[in-house]
């Protein structure tokens, strides 16, 4: 693969002299450079800024990805596919509706590990710090689900490789919501709230409800729902609201038993 610059962009060529790839750039490129060992990543430099780009792409045919997450290792892909066409590009003679799965794909052996048929339309992924739990939160108010990936032994015949499996731990009944589900306090909890402004706090692994808050007579409208990750304080949230308010829940001080926030 050759590289050559132009005024503001970058031309990506093959062996053979055909031009593969145009890259555009909001500045003039006066210098280029492989990063060693790599055929895919380069630094571009543009003034003083320095960028680094990768040819890297990743062609799913007749599948739509959306609303995907990476493991904390960077070796694979977890996101949610819409099936446009069958395998051999045929469409159903009628409206039909579309076949969503939950697909993980093995970003350096360039395959699909895992592809897990759902029910229903996916609003949010998210994946734990270690990478062994996926929390799916579905549109609809479909309750959330907590799903376990687990590395097994390739049965394609290659001795020492291992691939992603899916498998359902829980589903979080009882509770409906339009806003995504989080994962909290080193992923050991799962936090969800309601748009009317009542929020669950859940046991990730038994599925037991640990704190319940009712709804207040403000910020009722839920729209979203974080764990604090950065602070030493181990039981704070922020709740956004639809008039663009966003709201600090804690314990008291010196209180980490109360099911109350201040």
Not at 62 to 81: E, K
Not at 125 to 136: E, Y
Not at 201 to 219: E, K, M, N, V
Request: glycine share 6%.
């Amino acid at each position: 693969i050759l590289l050559t610059r132009l005024t503001r962009g970058i031309k990506v060529w093959t062996e053979g002299g055909l031009c593969k790839r145009a890259i555009d750039r909001p500045h003039s490129v006066p210098s280029i450079a492989w990063l060693p060992n790599s055929e895919t990543q380069f630094f571009s430099v543009e003034g003083s800024d320095v960028f680094k780009l990768a040819l890297d792409s990743y062609h799913f045919g007749c599948i739509q990805l959306h609303n995907a997450a990476v493991t904390p290792d960077g070796q694979r892909l977890l996101g949610v596919d819409s099936l446009l066409a069958a395998p051999k590009g045929l469409h159903s003679s009628r409206a039909a509706r579309v076949e969503t799965r939950i697909i993980v794909f093995n970003v350096e052996t360039r395959t699909f590990e895992n592809q897990t048929p759902v029910a229903n339309d996916v609003r949010d992924i998210a994946i734990s710090k270690r990478g062994g739990n996926v929390l799916i939160s579905f549109e609809h108010e479909t309750p959330p689900q907590l799903w376990k990936m687990e590395l097994v032994r390739d049965a394609r015949g290659q001795p020492y490789a291992q691939v992603a499996r899916l498998l359902l731990r829980h589903t979080y009944l009882r509770w409906i919501s339009r806003v995504p589900a989080t994962l909290a306090e080193e992923d050991q909890l799962v936090l969800c709230a309601g748009k009317s402004g009542d929020i669950h706090i859940w046991d990730r692994d038994s599925a037991a409800s640990l704190h319940y808050i009712r709804p207040q007579t403000f910020g009722r409208d839920l729209t979203c729902v974080t764990w604090n990750h950065s602070t030493d304080e181990p039981f704070t949230f922020a709740a956004g609201s639809h008039d663009g308010t966003v709201r600090i829940w804690t314990t008291p001080a010196g209180d980490h038993s109360s099911d109350d926030a201040s």
